[in-house]
């Protein structure tokens, strides 16, 4: 079962930033965070994922609370092209397998 | 970067008829596959976990004799949606990693899903 809750809808402008929280209060020690996106009838696209230190690569930023039970994921500069629903996802520890909550469907506003 | 090809991206089928889809790495060995299912406005539900060489294990609720997966290269895993009826009809995704046992450090690759409806 997922471990992570998120909300439901956001919008942002073009051009802003994009913050998009999730929590995960009941995350192991080991286990990390992932986040992918959905464009519609499109399979998930890896975003970035980190264990305990903020991580950047050239799509987003994701920075991870000290305690681990929350994280952020940041689009610098949100571009239509990034309206999509956004998953974050705890990686399960005892398997492999990843778990997918119900995300959060981001609009990008012109 | 690792990719995933899954086909075919669409399929229409009759009640009763069976349909395969299948899910290929391209340039790793997935040595662990896995099957989701998306109805519409929903999440991905994970279906199944596939190994190669070993029986999928299934997630609690997923029929095994109804949703049959073969895993038998390090390339490909097929799901065969068998006697497929109308509530069958979903997107379902495949997804794939080069498991080594310590490798939650890596991402999962998916594929562009398949869209199946049954008439």
């Known amino acids: 079962d997922a471990k992570t809750t998120q909300p439901t809808s956001m919008d942002c402008a073009e051009g802003r930033a994009a913050n998009l929280p999730c929590n995960h209060s009941t995350i192991s020690g080991n286990e990390y965070v992932y986040w992918y996106r959905q464009i519609h009838s499109q399979g998930p696209q890896y975003i970035i994922h980190g264990l305990k230190n903020n991580e950047t690569n050239e799509m987003a930023s994701l920075i991870i609370t000290e305690d681990r039970k929350s994280s952020t994921l940041i689009l610098p500069h949100a571009t239509l092209r990034d309206t999509a629903v956004y998953y974050c996802?705890?990686?399960?520890?005892?398997?492999?397998?990843?778990?997918f909550g119900t995300g959060t469907s981001l609009t990008v506003i012109p | 970067g690792a990719v995933v090809s899954q086909h075919p991206s669409r399929v229409i089928c009759k009640s009763g008829t069976s349909v395969k889809i299948e899910c290929r790495s391209l340039?790793?060995?997935?040595?662990?596959m896995f099957w989701y299912r998306q109805f519409p406005k929903q999440s991905l539900m994970l279906m199944a976990t596939?190994?190669?060489?070993?029986?999928?294990?299934?997630e609690q609720g997923v029929e095994k004799d109804k949703f049959l997966i073969n895993h038998a290269s390090l390339t490909l895993s097929t799901l065969t949606v068998t006697s497929a009826h109308p509530e069958d009809s979903s997107f379902y995704i495949c997804?794939?990693?080069?498991?080594?046992?310590?490798?939650?450090?890596?991402?999962?690759?998916f594929g562009n899903g398949t869209r199946l409806t049954v008439t």
């Open positions: 596939s190994n190669e060489g070993s029986k999928a294990t299934y």
């Open positions: 997804s794939a990693t080069h498991w080594t046992g310590s490798s939650y450090n890596s991402p999962l690759h």
């Open positions: 996802i705890v990686r399960a520890n005892t398997g492999n397998q990843f778990y």
């Open positions: 340039d790793f060995q997935a040595t662990t």
